[in-house]
């Protein structure tokens, strides 16, 4: 992905943290027919010796996991996005030479797929996911919850995906490039914006401080 000098991220934690916020990614695969592309939940696992692996699953019915093999995938985590005025740089007073852009973090994965049939993988995958997901509330739900019976036949239901990351490309476009007080004024016009603009505000903060 095109990435200007200043919006390129590379700190692993800071990636995996972010990935690991957004929650989902849209998987795409080439294939002889044309591009699959599916929104899915993923977890991001890392193992100790630096390997990155994404775990996900997708509908039996869906074509994506029959050809996961078949070719390198993407995975895109789409982070906060948002538009940025050029009334927010007091540039435009002085010379007027401003104008519109888009702001957004964005991450990509890209690697191999594998499918999963494996039973006890599967059902790992969706108790981890699912915990993930219910740590938030005050009295979670638990795949435990429901019959054993219903999980099994929805479990039929579905085959896993792993996601083995060769390699990750992070982008955090918050035009960074310009003068240091058109900076902090994207900053204040973000922060007064909506949740995902609110949230750009914070990344640039943390970036322009370290």
Do not use: C
């Not at 800071?14 to 849209?26: C, E």
């Not at 996900?56 to 050809?67: D, E, F, L, M, Q």
């Not at 996961?68 to 995938?73: F, K």
């Amino acid at each position: 992905m095109y990435r200007p000098p200043k919006s390129i991220e590379t700190d692993r934690a800071t990636l995996f943290a972010m990935m690991r916020k957004i929650g989902a990614a849209t998987l795409v695969t080439p294939t002889p027919e044309g591009i699959l592309a599916t929104q899915v939940p993923m977890l991001v696992r890392e193992a100790e010796d630096g390997t990155v692996v994404l775990a996900a699953h997708v509908a039996r019915g869906n074509p994506h996991w029959r050809v996961a093999a078949a070719s390198p995938s993407l995975a895109i985590f789409q982070g906060p996005q948002a538009y940025m005025s050029p009334r927010w740089y007091p540039t435009k007073e002085e010379t007027g030479k401003v104008v519109p852009t888009w702001l957004y973090v964005s991450i990509h994965a890209h690697g191999r797929l594998a499918a999963i049939t494996d039973g006890a993988w599967i059902n790992s995958q969706i108790d981890e996911l699912t915990n993930t997901h219910e740590a938030a509330e005050t009295a979670p739900w638990k795949v435990s919850d429901a019959p054993d019976s219903y999980i099994a036949s929805m479990s039929r239901g579905i085959v896993g995906l792993e996601f083995s990351v060769d390699r990750l490309e992070g982008t955090w476009k918050l035009n960074e490039e310009e003068s240091l007080a058109d900076v902090h004024g994207t900053q204040r016009g973000l922060a007064k914006g909506a949740p995902p603009a609110q949230e750009l505000a914070q990344e640039l903060t943390r970036r322009i401080s370290e």
